[in-house]
């Protein structure tokens, strides 16, 4: 659990910057933030279901 | 007349816009704070300062060319140093009293930390060109 915590702080933190130095009204800004940290944590839990069945160990 | 008024501003412009930019890089969000862009400069430094602490705090290391590394070596230490680097006073802060630069990976969050400390210098090069556009005009 204390990992997706950290992946999503991760995923916030990034996301603030990507929309404050973004281009556009700040409803866009805001729009394009929110996606991004939603993208972050979507491709995030992708790769670990993939992981999670790959025979690695 | 007007025309030369313009290109006299134009051409200012740059010299501020490096000094800004190189105090953007050396302090995150003195760029945007000088600048009167209260909102953009509290929230971007904020996030560099933040990510930069709980890198260190979750574990994390710092990367720089030692001694020790040579040939291949010393160049695999390059690319992550150069995103380090990015954190500016912060990184030569802890380059000039050895903190941060031994690696802990017994840590469980040691990876966390380390992927924390360099993105945090990567995003102050986002912030740091950001503060150049807006003092050079090219960005409100």
């Given at each position: 659990m204390r990992h997706v915590l950290w992946m999503a702080l991760f995923a916030s933190l990034t996301a603030v910057v990507f929309g404050v130095v973004a281009k556009g009204s700040d409803r866009q800004r805001l729009i394009y933030g929110l996606k991004v940290f939603a993208e972050f944590i979507v491709i995030a839990f992708i790769l670990g279901w993939i992981l999670y069945f790959l025979p690695l160990h | 007349m007007v025309t030369r008024e313009i290109d006299r501003s134009a051409a200012k412009a740059p010299g501020r816009a490096w000094m800004l930019a190189l105090g953007a890089w050396a302090v995150p969000g003195l760029g945007h704070l000088a600048q009167r862009k209260w909102a953009r400069g509290l929230l971007l430094g904020g996030v560099v300062w933040v990510m930069f602490f709980t890198g260190l705090a979750l574990g994390g290391h710092l990367f720089r060319i030692s001694g020790?590394?040579?040939?291949f070596s010393a160049l695999l230490q390059l690319l992550p140093m150069s995103a380090n680097f990015g954190a500016g006073l912060l990184y030569i802060f802890c380059w000039l009293t050895n903190t941060g630069f031994v690696e802990q990976a017994q840590r469980v969050t040691y990876e966390y930390g380390n992927t924390f400390l360099l993105v945090a210098g990567l995003l102050n090069y986002l912030a740091m060109l950001d503060a150049f556009d807006i003092a050079a005009g090219r960005k409100q």
């Open positions: - | 020790n590394d040579q040939g």
